[in-house]
């Protein structure tokens, strides 16, 4: 029997504008905590769809919402300073070169000098270490964090889509940055969102309001405490709670 090769993913940016100067990116990983941020910062800014990503030789998935279904990968515009993109799509480390190589073509041909990604870490912390956290480029610590106090990560490893995009900016003239903060990654870290948003408020002074997402990370707590108290009252530790649509 002859077996097929497994197919490349390939990813293909859309756009309808051209960007402006810098892009912000948030995506769907631990804690979906660049996510909520990224889709927060949309919401709160009211920024405009003006492109998206198309993927192939990945699982597909369309997100929708009260019915109406959109793009996974979405780029948001209408704003001078910069964009932002949304990524609902999870990618695997194994498609985060291809990924991260079509974002960074697109960047180049558009003239596209800096990257921003919003990103949540899983790593054991205390109260302490809820603080955001950078990893950047020289040319992007002069730009943007020289007057911003935020505290660089230590050291370690960059994986998937930020270390593409990072990397591929080392020994170029675009500017990358990193802003992360631990997160939990089994639960929409809603708190880690926040520190996030506060960070990216920072470093763009776009004065955003937080206190709706405040009020969604208690939410948000609430909710899954309460799941976890009735997966504690079930009688039958073998039926589960469907949590697909939740």
Excluded: C
Excluded at 7 to 12: G, I, L, S, V, W
Excluded at 102 to 121: P, Q
Aim: glycine share 8%; aromatic share 8%; net charge negative.
């Amino acid at each position: 029997m002859t077996r097929s090769l497994p197919t490349t993913p390939q990813f293909d940016v859309r756009s309808e504008t051209a960007p402006p100067d810098a892009l912000v990116m948030g995506f769907s990983e631990f804690g979906l905590a660049g996510l909520t941020a990224a889709e927060y910062i949309v919401d709160q800014l009211d920024l405009e769809e003006t492109g998206h990503i198309t993927a192939s030789g990945l699982p597909a998935i369309t997100p929708f919402t009260n019915g109406k279904p959109r793009h996974h990968t979405r780029i948001f515009g209408g704003r001078e300073d910069f964009a932002v993109l949304v990524g609902e799509l999870f990618v695997p480390l194994g498609a985060s070169g291809p990924f991260a190589g079509a974002i960074a073509d697109w960047l180049s041909s558009n003239d596209v000098a800096e990257v921003t990604s919003l990103s949540g870490v899983p790593l054991a912390h205390g109260p302490d270490a809820h603080i955001p956290y950078y990893i950047a480029t020289e040319d992007y610590r002069e730009a943007r964090l020289a007057d911003v106090e935020i505290t660089p990560m230590g050291q370690g490893f960059l994986e998937g889509i930020n270390a593409e995009l990072v990397q591929s900016a080392i020994d170029t003239d675009r500017r990358a940055g990193v802003i992360t903060t631990p997160v939990h990654p089994r639960t929409p870290d809603a708190e880690a969102a926040i520190r996030l948003l506060e960070a990216f408020d920072a470093i763009y002074d776009v004065s955003l309001d937080t206190g709706p997402l405040e009020a969604f990370a208690a939410d948000v707590e609430a909710h899954f405490q309460e799941l976890a108290e009735q997966m504690e009252r079930a009688p039958d530790p073998s039926v589960g709670v469907d949590r697909m649509y939740m």
